[in-house]
Nanobody, 124 residues
Framework: QVQLVESGGGSVQAGGSLRLSCVASGRTFRNSAMGWFRQAPGKEREFVAAISWTGGSTSYADSVKGRFTISRVNAKNTLYLQMNSLKPEDTGVYYC?????????????????WGQGTQVTVSS
């Protein structure tokens, strides 16, 4: 099972940007999709974005389309999430996740390994 470690979270004002990274260790990326989820206090974990093994296909939650970009560099075992035009409602703990297979999943059940999360706080 792959271990995932997120970084890049922090506190920003609305309209600002952050870039999250997720590095895999233990073994290299499998031939699987990867994804980002987030969880705000008192709310369930929700899908943010997903990317195929090759990076050729992506999927985004409607709430982040046009503002967030997911990408990956398989040679570096690293997944990224570029977040622009941040809003207070983007606040939460962001988790990266390793998919069960090739298909782009959007539900937590579609992923098998999770990082510990990184906090993102957006103030108005």
């Amino acid at each position: 099972q792959v271990q995932l470690v997120e970084s890049g979270g922090g506190s920003v004002q609305a309209g600002g940007s952050l870039r999250l990274s997720c590095v895999a260790s233990g073994r290299t990326f499998r031939n699987s999709a990867m994804g980002w989820f987030r969880q705000a206090p008192g709310k369930e974990r929700e899908f943010v974005a997903a990317i195929s093994w090759t990076g050729g296909s992506t999927s985004y939650a409607d709430s982040v389309k046009g503002r967030f970009t997911i990408s990956r560099v398989n040679a570096k075992n690293t997944l990224y999430l570029q977040m622009n035009s941040l809003k207070p409602e983007d606040t939460g703990v962001y988790y990266c996740a390793d998919g069960k297979g090739y298909a782009l999943g959007i539900a937590p059940a579609d992923f098998v390994s999770w990082g510990q999360g990184t906090q993102v706080t957006v103030s108005s």
